[in-house]
């Protein structure tokens, strides 16, 4: 089991281009989370997927969007990407409450 | 609303000494409380975690923690801190709608040889 995948690892961007954070988990989960995390706030939950098909938001949407593909995959997308997006970015699937977390994205917004 | 509070940014202990991080939570119901810990570059790994029944849990690496309902705390305590224990701590409360987590700021945790 490789568990929760993110690709890519580090990724920088100029402002104003688009990119697309790739998550995938091979435990059946039917939950499924984006999170950025900054120095000194914790993660903060930018959306969620319940299930295959449902999406919402979390504390901090804007300037994302997401796509739940399938069960297996959750895709994250920055439209038009500012600074205030550089931030590393986790990924998590979970059943039953327990979440298991990706390696992280590091994305740099210059 | 759900809100969890690490009182302590950083604490730096002796090899050895024991640990104790604390957790403050906000929670209208039974929560589900979870402590994870995140080495340098790496993901989340939960460390243990309370839904119910015994309030003293244990967890891997030697980790426990306690529930008190009446403090509203969920402190993670180690007897014997490891040089290989010096990490982030994140403490976590859920509902029990779709599992979201709120997590806390984070404790950094380093270990003096």
């Known amino acids: 089991n490789a568990g929760v995948t993110q690709t890519p690892k580090f990724q920088v961007l100029k402002t104003g281009q688009s990119m697309t954070l790739q998550c995938a988990q091979d435990?059946?989960?039917?939950?499924m989370y984006w999170y950025r995390q900054d120095p000194g706030m914790g993660l903060r939950l930018i959306y969620y997927?319940?299930?295959?098909?449902?999406?919402d938001k979390g504390e901090v949407p804007n300037g994302y969007n997401v796509s739940r593909l399938n069960k297996r995959e959750f895709s994250l997308r920055l439209e038009s990407a500012a600074p205030s997006q550089t931030s590393v970015y986790f990924c998590?699937?979970?059943?039953?409450?327990?979440?298991?977390f990706g390696p992280g994205t590091r994305l740099t917004v210059t | 609303a759900q809100s969890v509070t690490q009182p302590d940014i950083h604490i730096t202990v002796s090899e050895g000494a024991s640990l104790e991080l604390r957790c403050n939570y906000s929670?209208?119901?039974?929560?589900?409380l979870f402590w994870y810990v995140q080495s340098p570059g790496q993901g989340l790994q939960l460390l243990l975690k309370?839904?119910?029944?015994?309030?003293l849990v244990q967890g891997i690496k030697g980790f426990e923690a306690e529930f008190k309902r009446s403090q509203s705390s969920f402190n993670l305590r180690k007897p014997s801190v490891h040089w290989s224990d010096a990490a982030e701590y994140f403490c976590?409360?859920?509902?029990?709608?779709?599992?979201?987590?709120?997590f806390g700021d984070g404790t950094t945790l380093t270990v003096k040889p």
């Open positions: 929670y209208g119901a039974t929560p589900y």
């Open positions: 435990m059946n989960h039917n939950s």
């Open positions: 998590a699937s979970s059943e039953i409450n327990e979440q298991y």
């Open positions: 976590a409360v859920s509902n029990t709608n779709a599992g979201k987590s709120t």
């Open positions: 997927s319940a299930s295959e098909g449902t999406t």
């Open positions: 309370y839904f119910s029944g015994d309030t």
